[in-house]
């Protein structure tokens, strides 16, 4: 069966995570806009626009003739509280567009070590990404109260960094992977993989999925 291709609307696509899910999508044949303020084509083959992540009628008005939303946000320490309303506006922005199908890029904070127990509130979790991981699950916690929309808020493993495309990993719904190590990592370039995958399949509905080895 072959793959239809799909408009994309990404918001961060200059970032880390951005930049390789806006590459692999059009390794794929997908067209991919990258949406900012500041529109800039960071990856060849993706068309640039100017549109307000903070703001739902400016996202609204950039998303005519696309089929999915896509965010890549973020934002450094000191504006971590920003991912909640990034959220809000995305969601907003979205459902005035009349689209459906919304991915974004969460953190592994959110994601359960032990029943009820999430990665953000372990001894030893890292100060200097706490309030990134506590402003993730705070967006997180606003989705979970958007039925009208097919969002997916998608969690890297506990350690992502630049590295291989090698397409094998594992994925999975709420939890945090672990290698038999006890080690949760993934490449940004297969964390692209899986997300895009998802955008493809339209899987992980309004559920918090993750990837690691």
Known sequence: MTQRSLNIALFGATGMIGTRIAAEAVRRGHRVTALSRHPHASVDGITAKAADL?????????????????????????????????????????????????????????LEVAPGKQL???????????????????????????ADLDWTF???AALIAPGERTGTFRTGVGKLIVDAQGNSKISVEDYAVAFVDALEQDSFVREIATVAY
């Open 120 to 146: 953000v509130d372990t001894e030893g979790f890292p100060e200097a990404y706490k309030a990134q991981a506590l402003a993730h699950r705070d967006a997180l916690d606003y989705l979970k109260t958007v």
């Open 154 to 156: 998608f969690a890297p």
């Open 54 to 110: 903070f703001d739902a009628a400016s996202i609204a008005a950039a998303l005519p003739g696309h089929d999915v939303v896509a965010s890549a946000y973020g934002p450094k320490q000191e504006d971590a509280v920003q991912v909640v309303a990034a959220a809000k506006a995305l969601v907003a922005g979205t459902r005035q567009a009349g689209l459906k199908r919304l991915v974004v890029v969460g953190g592994a904070g959110s």
